[in-house]
Every structure is written in C-alpha cells, then in structure tokens.
C-alpha cells in the first residue's frame, strides 16, 4: 500500500456532519425543568434514539428539534439556521410525528393522504402515491374508511402514513412503535430503516428495545430534571 494511503487508512474518520442539531437545549415553565439541557445531533442518513423515563422529557426534546416549542437555554439549528416551525424552510426540512394529527371526519384515509401530498406541490400521481404508501404500512385495504372506523393499531398506521407521505430530510417520530403488533413493529423497524438509506435524517422517542437495536446509529438517554 502507498505510504500516503496507509496513512489515510489510519486517520479517524470524521463524525457525519450534523443536519440538525440541538445544543445544550432545556425547556422550562415557570421554573420546572419539562426537559434538562440535552444536547443531540442527527445527519443525514442515520437515526438517533431518544431514550428515558416516562416523564423524563423525551417529547419536549422533540418539540424542541421540531421548533414547535422555543428553548428556554441552548439552541437548536437546521444547517445552522435558527429551528422555527413558523418557518416554511424548516417546515419543508422536518416531518413530525408528536401526538395524534390532524383529521378530519369526512375525508377518506386516501383522501387524507392526497390532501397531505397537494400540499407539498409534488404534482401528479398524487392518488398513486398515497395509495402506494398505505399499502406499504399494510393499510391499503382501509383506504376508503374513515379516521373514526379504525383501531387504535390501525390509526397509528395511519398517522404514520400521513407523516411519511410527505417529503422530509428529517422525520422526528415520538414512540412510532405505540399500538402496533410485533409484526407491524417489524414492518416499522424496516421502513426507517429504508428512509435512513435514503438519506433521511430520523430522530425518535421510543421505549421499544428491539425498535432501537434496529435502526438507532446513536442513543441519547433524557436524564429527568
Ligand atoms: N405543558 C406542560 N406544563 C408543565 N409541565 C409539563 C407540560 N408538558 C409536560 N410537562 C412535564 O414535563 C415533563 C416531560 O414531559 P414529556 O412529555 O416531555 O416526557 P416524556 O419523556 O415524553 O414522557 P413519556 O415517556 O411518558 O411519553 C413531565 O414531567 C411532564 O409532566
């Protein structure tokens, strides 16, 4: 081997560089810690796993990386832009799963996936794409029921698919496992999986041991305050 390349080889390789980034983030009300400063960073194509108590602020950190909620202490930067869920850059970049979407009572569950996909201007084939994305989550054949007439597996799979139908850099997922059998969790642990080859950048809370071991290149423990 080459002198220069033996030499290459020994070289540590560089940490991948951070697409989002929360540095020393905390949150607090009214002097209650709802989360510590944490600090946890994501590049494209790899998952890091929010891990900890119930209660320990795993979806406060979340709704920080997402800049639904500001700090109170660090801050948490895009490329190096401010997070703001105001701002339709940051919007277009990060896809979040926080809690039960918005549906609506009288729109199909493909409807509701077309509605999702118009609005992120991706043009034709629409219908295709939503359907594409139900069948995917193994949901295909509910396509014509509404929100209301599913089970609570069956919604998580929905909401899911809301969330991933759209174009992201970055999806941020709080417990995506909830509900779903071990069979769907598997179906789960492979998606991300995809979505990380891809170049997606995954930020996720989640409880599941097995979740974890399948897709997270990082775990971050949220100590509680
Ligand atoms: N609006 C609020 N006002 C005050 N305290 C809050 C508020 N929302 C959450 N908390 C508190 O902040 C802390 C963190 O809550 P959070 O939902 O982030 O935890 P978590 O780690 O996601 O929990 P779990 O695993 O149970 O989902 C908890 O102690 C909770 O009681």
Request: glycine share 8%; with cysteine; hydrophobic share 40%.
């Amino acid at each position: 081997m080459p002198r220069s390349r033996a030499k290459a080889a020994a070289r540590p390789k560089a940490a991948p560089e951070a697409l989002l980034l929360a540095s020393a983030a905390g949150k607090s009300v009214d002097g209650a810690h709802l989360v510590r400063p944490t600090t946890v960073s994501v590049a494209a194509g790899r998952c890091t796993v929010l891990r900890g108590e119930n209660g320990s602020g795993k979806t406060t950190l979340l709704r920080l990386l997402a800049g639904t909620t500001a700090p109170s202490t660090g801050t948490v930067t895009l490329e190096g832009r401010t997070v703001d869920e105001r701002d339709p850059v940051c919007r277009a970049a990060i896809a979040a799963l926080l809690g039960a979407p918005t549906s609506y009572r009288d729109l199909t569950l493909v409807d509701h996936l077309v509605l999702v996909d118009a609005t992120w201007g991706r043009g034709d084939g629409a219908q295709e794409r939503a359907e594409a994305m139900l069948a995917t989550l193994e949901i295909g054949h509910l396509e014509d029921r509404f929100p209301h007439e599913l089970s609570s597996g069956q919604q998580q799979l929905f909401h899911l698919a809301l969330t991933l139908v759209r174009p992201a850099r970055v999806l941020l997922l709080d417990e995506p496992e909830q509900r779903l059998d071990t069979h769907k969790r598997d179906l789960l642990g492979r998606l991300l999986g995809q979505r990380k080859a891809e170049g997606t950048a995954l930020v996720i809370a989640s409880h599941d041991p097995q979740l974890i071991e399948a897709v997270a290149d990082d775990v971050v423990d949220v100590v509680p305050a």
